[in-house]
């Protein structure tokens, strides 16, 4: 199993520029999630889903939007990035509590830069 | 604002001391966990303790949790060089549904 893997690794953007980041999972799990995390700082959530077609915002959710067409992906959006979009982003994803599902799985992360 | 609050923020020890580092968190959780984080990489889950549980051991890891208090430790017993790594603790709150909200992180390098 590849567990959680995030597409690009690395992206440098201008302002203004979109992107799509690619998140998926091969756990079969239902829940997934989007963090940043900035320089010597624990992850803020971005957006989350808890199903195929359903997602929520989390606690910093401008200037973001997310999809999930198929259980397996999960895809965040930057339409206008923003020097201040700056971070590395963080994919995790976790089975559902119905079923005990309690601790996230993480990608190695996508380290973006504004310019 | 951030649920979990870590204490301290950096930590550098030699090898074979023990390494502790506090967690303070603010409302009513499901659970608490302690996530690694090693330089450039993603989180891994290390150990979870239920809001029912008052310590927990994996291997050199022990956690305790205190609800009246709202704090949590995490004690790494005889480290290694290769404990070096941020650590950082989750909650699970009950009023947040699907949801963890995660500290600040401890830095903690420990010395060959």
């Known amino acids: 199993n590849a567990g959680v893997t995030q597409t690009p690794k690395f992206r440098v953007l201008k302002t203004g520029q979109s992107m799509t980041l690619l998140c998926a999972q091969d756990?079969?799990?239902?829940?997934m999630y989007w963090y940043r995390q900035d320089p010597g700082m624990g992850l803020r959530l971005i957006h989350y889903?808890?199903?195929?077609?359903?997602?929520a915002k989390g606690e910093v959710p401008d200037g973001y939007n997310v999809s999930r067409l198929k259980k397996q992906n999960f895809l965040l959006g930057l339409e206008s990035a923003a020097p201040s979009q700056t971070s590395v982003y963080f994919c995790?994803?976790?089975?559902?509590?119905?079923?005990?599902?309690?601790?996230?799985?993480f990608g190695p992360g996508t380290r973006l830069t504004v310019l | 604002s951030q649920q979990g609050e870590e204490d301290p923020q950096a930590l550098s020890i030699q090898e074979g001391e023990n390494a502790t580092m506090n967690c303070s968190y603010k409302?009513?959780?499901?659970?608490l966990q302690w996530y690694r984080q090693n330089s450039g990489r993603g989180l891994v889950h290390l150990i979870l303790?239920?809001?029912?549980?008052r310590e927990k051991h994996s291997g050199r890891l022990r956690v305790t949790l205190d609800t009246s208090k709202k704090s949590s430790s995490l004690l790494i017993t005889a480290s290694r060089a290769a404990d070096t790594a941020s650590y950082f603790c989750?909650?699970?709150?009950?009023?947040?549904?699907?949801?963890?909200?995660f500290g600040g992180g401890t830095r903690v390098l420990v010395k060959p």
């Open positions: 756990m079969n799990h239902e829940y």
């Open positions: 889903s808890v199903g195929e077609g359903t997602t």
């Open positions: 303790i239920r809001s029912n549980e």
């Open positions: 995790a994803s976790s089975y559902s509590k119905r079923v005990g599902g309690d601790t996230q799985y």
């Open positions: 409302t009513s959780i499901n659970n």
């Open positions: 989750a909650t699970d709150e009950i009023a947040a549904g699907n949801k963890l909200t």
